[in-house]
């Protein structure tokens, strides 16, 4: 029996996603992306993987959560691009 791997992304911390579950990686600064974080949250869909530090990307999944990572939106899009 084959074994097939999925792919994981480092976002940070030792923190990993499944690359192929993510759909945007954008920067939090703006308006909508902040209501995008609070709505996630109230839902119970947001996943905090900063480690206390201050969130420079947002990563949206395939199945609506929403996770935060102390990465440059740049620097998590080059781990997606090398995987």
Request: aromatic content about 2%.
């Amino acid at each position: 029996m084959t074994e097939k791997r999925v792919p994981l992304v480092n976002i940070g911390f030792g923190n990993v996603v499944s690359a192929s579950r993510v759909i945007a990686i954008v920067d939090p600064g703006s308006s909508p992306m902040k209501r995008l974080r609070e709505e996630a949250n109230e839902r119970g869909k947001l996943i905090d993987a900063t480690q206390g530090r201050k969130t420079r990307a947002i990563i949206v999944t395939d199945s609506d959560h929403v996770i935060l990572s102390a990465l440059q939106v740049e620097t998590v899009t080059q781990r997606f691009t090398e995987e």
